[in-house]
């Protein structure tokens, strides 16, 4: 699986205050092409026989979790499930639901992950939205779910993975009066008869993975499209923001897989990094504390109302969570008093936890900040994660403000959704920036119209008006420019011979019927110009390719206009001194 870096060149430097606390956090991380399946996968070929999920008594090893997805994938086939089909599922933490998201991700498809007690009306609305004709639930909402006229319908019961006694208690207890038509689908009949091993579908980092909803606090609830590259950044964000998260731990997986923070960051983050999911169906907040000292968990994931909840539980002993070793709040705001009622309650049971408190929302797959070791006791929302980039700005104009001034946040960065499901308007919303610039010289205005959706692409474009009735002539515009990288060449080999550090590649033959011939060549320290002439002998492409031969990364410039054109690149390094500097104008 081939891993890339993630640059974003549309902030100067300058504005990156933050990275003077990142300390050993890296700026740029290197993320995945394809799959979250592909990703899940190499942890599965690295450590078969570790555990990856325990649910009760019941545990997966991750060797035997493939086998079980692979055994859905197959079954998901014969059922007719297409490529980009979307799969909906209405069910809490449990290793089916888990089986099922990866599985669906593996075949091609999408999973439209929905609360698993949503009315009927809801369910309609969610399989509506996405054209979903196949729903997996639980015994639990099954009947809801009936009511809900959905084509084909497959119901596992919650207690399928319990231990046998376990089972048998719950069945009696809430199967009395089950049953279920004729058309259903049990689970049972479902993987019935099938295979370990299935076929994947290629699948790119862009791609669309999971459907999830908004909760509706700026207005009604929305379908967000999460791609495989914002599940895999956040989830490899992990290794940087939380160095706890490592192969032999395990994660507290209580908060519901409906929720970005419950899917990614309690499931998936964990599952990827080697870590041992503890699924649990259902929040019981009176049974919070006696879960976490029968099942030991090294990071507990919560909201502040769960935290709070903890604290008001009695307390089991002083060794009762001395295995936590960070608790992640997010989800509302931790006020100072409820910090410190945590932090002194799992110290009297044993626990040397740090609060980590992340920000973000269900648009950007989860959190996009988090706080920095060392300020864990004060009252802020911490830090960008890596390659994550933020601005306060005028919610009417879009105008960054200045520090210390209140607005509205703006972010960008690889785990940024796609878009909203068949609602072009409010993706726009979300997603475009436009800065309306007008001209006290001329009369004219300027749209820049920016896209921020977290892909590997830059997106901007000139909406340009003549506020004059007679005719204009615009010489030369530039859409876009600024610094996009610093290099410390002190501990590198070839910083000696600073021609080696980049390559500059674009189309060499600029004659008419060549256009073709690609060319990698040496970028000197200095300023180099590509052109193309309008009405004259150049018929170059306007595309542009900037290498960097230490790390491997890529950037690439294009620009979709038919005129004259121009790439500047600034190249600025000196023999005797140990950093570089590259800027560029297009």
Request: glycine letters at 6%; charged letters at 25%; aromatic letters at 8%.
């Amino acid at each position: 699986m081939e891993a890339a870096a993630f640059f974003f060149p549309g902030l100067p430097l300058e504005e990156k205050t933050w990275l003077q606390h990142y300390g050993d956090m890296p700026e740029h991380m290197c993320y995945r092409e394809g799959s979250i399946y592909e990703l899940l996968k190499e942890m599965v070929d690295k450590q078969p026989d570790a555990p990856a999920l325990e649910f009760f008594d019941t545990v997966y090893s991750f060797e035997a979790m493939d086998e079980n997805i692979n055994i859905v994938a197959n079954a998901l086939k014969k059922l007719g499930v297409v490529e980009d089909e979307s799969v909906t599922i209405c069910m809490p933490n449990m290793p089916e639901a888990i089986f099922l998201i990866y599985a669906i991700n593996k075949i091609g498809a999408v999973a439209n992950v929905i609360h698993p007690l949503s009315d009927a009306n809801e369910i309609r609305n969610a399989v509506s939205l996405t054209n979903s004709s196949l729903i997996f639930t639980t015994d639990v909402s099954y009947k809801t779910v009936k009511d809900a006229c959905v084509e084909k319908v497959v119901v596992c019961e919650v207690s399928m993975s319990m231990p046998p006694v376990l089972k048998t208690l719950y069945n009696i207890k809430s199967r009395k009066n089950m049953k279920y038509s004729s058309d259903t689908i049990t689970w049972k009949k479902f993987v019935s008869g099938m295979g370990t091993i299935a076929p994947s579908v290629k699948r790119n980092r862009d791609d669309a993975a999971v459907l999830i909803y908004s909760g509706g606090t700026t207005g009604k609830s929305k379908g967000i499209v999460l791609s495989n590259l914002c599940f895999n950044a956040l989830a490899i964000q992990c290794i940087a923001v939380c160095p706890e998260a490592r192969p032999g731990a395990s994660m507290m997986s209580a908060l519901p897989i409906f929720h970005g923070f419950g899917l990614c960051v309690a499931v998936h983050a964990p599952l990827c990094l080697g870590m041992k999911c503890i699924l649990i169906p259902k929040i019981d907040i009176k049974k919070l504390n006696e879960t976490i000292k029968k099942k030991k968990p090294t990071i507990v994931p919560a909201v502040p109302t769960m935290l709070k909840a903890i604290t008001n539980n009695k307390n089991l002993g002083p060794d009762s969570f001395k295995s936590v070793k960070v608790i992640l709040s997010g989800g509302d705001y931790l006020s100072d008093d409820l910090r410190a009622r945590v932090i002194d309650y799992f110290r009297s049971c044993g626990s040397k936890a740090h609060i980590r408190i992340g920000y973000g929302l269900s648009e950007a797959t989860a959190f996009f900040t988090a706080t920095a070791y060392g300020a864990e006791d004060i009252d802020n929302i911490g830090i960008p994660n890596p390659d994550t980039y933020i601005r306060v700005c005028d919610p009417v104009t879009n105008e960054k403000l200045p520090d210390g001034e209140v607005g509205e946040i703006c972010v960008n960065g690889p785990t940024v959704m796609l878009g909203y499901v068949n609602d072009k308007e409010e993706t726009d919303n979300a997603l475009l920036c436009r800065l309306t610039l007008k001209s006290n010289v001329k009369p004219l205005e300027i749209t820049v119209c920016t896209l921020l959706d977290g892909s590997q692409m830059f997106n901007r474009w000139l909406e340009i008006k003549s506020l004059s009735d007679k005719p204009m002539c615009i010489s030369k515009i530039a859409p876009i420019s600024g610094g996009f990288e610093d290099m410390d060449t002190d501990h590198l080999k070839e910083a000696n011979d600073k021609t080696k550090l980049y390559s500059l590649g674009y189309f060499d033959d600029d004659s008419w019927g060549r256009e073709g011939q690609f060319r990698w060549r040496s970028l000197n320290p200095d300023t180099t110009a590509i052109n193309g002439r309008f009405l004259r002998d150049r018929f170059r492409h306007p595309l542009i390719f900037l290498k960097n031969n230490v790390m491997g990364h890529i950037w690439f410039c294009q620009i979709g206009y038919s005129g004259g054109y121009r790439f500047t690149i600034d190249y600025n390094a000196k023999p005797h001194k140990d950093e570089t500097h590259l800027s560029f104008k297009a």
